[in-house]
């Protein structure tokens, strides 16, 4: 059965950094197209980075400069750094993938078929 489990969520002050992981299970992900999305409260789902299959990545202008996604192929695991948080960056984060591209854009992200549970990121000011 196939899995995307997100960790590495947690609570830091404005100007800090947190890495989030996703593992995979199930099948081979990074050989596909994968991102990150999240929610706030009272908010809709935001795509915030992609990364194709052959490992370009795109990013929404509210994190460029400052979130990066990667894979690491032989751990099958997707990441995202993300530095100099912000209060705006507050939410649930959710590790997506979909089989079926080959090219994305982070606006596609939430749109994806699979995710994980997601993991919380609060920022205090």
């Known amino acids: 059965q196939v899995q995307l489990v997100e960790s590495g969520g947690g609570s830091v002050q404005a100007g800090g950094s947190l890495r989030l992981s996703c593992a995979a299970s199930?099948?081979?992900?990074?050989?596909?197209?994968m991102g990150w999305f999240r929610q706030a409260p009272g908010k809709e789902r935001e795509g915030v980075a992609a990364i194709d299959s052959d490992g370009s990545t795109s990013y929404a202008d509210s994190v460029k400069g400052r979130f990066t996604i990667s894979k690491d192929k032989a751990k099958n695991t997707l990441y995202l750094q993300m530095n100099s948080l912000k209060h705006e960056d507050i939410g649930t984060y959710y590790c997506?993938?979909?089989?079926?591209?080959?090219?994305?854009?982070?606006?596609?992200?939430?749109?994806?078929?699979?995710w994980g549970q997601g993991t919380q990121v609060t920022v205090s000011s």
């Open positions: 199930g099948y081979t992900y990074m050989s596909y197209c």
């Open positions: 997506a993938a979909d089989l079926s591209r080959l090219r994305v854009g982070y606006r596609d992200v939430p749109d994806f078929p699979s």
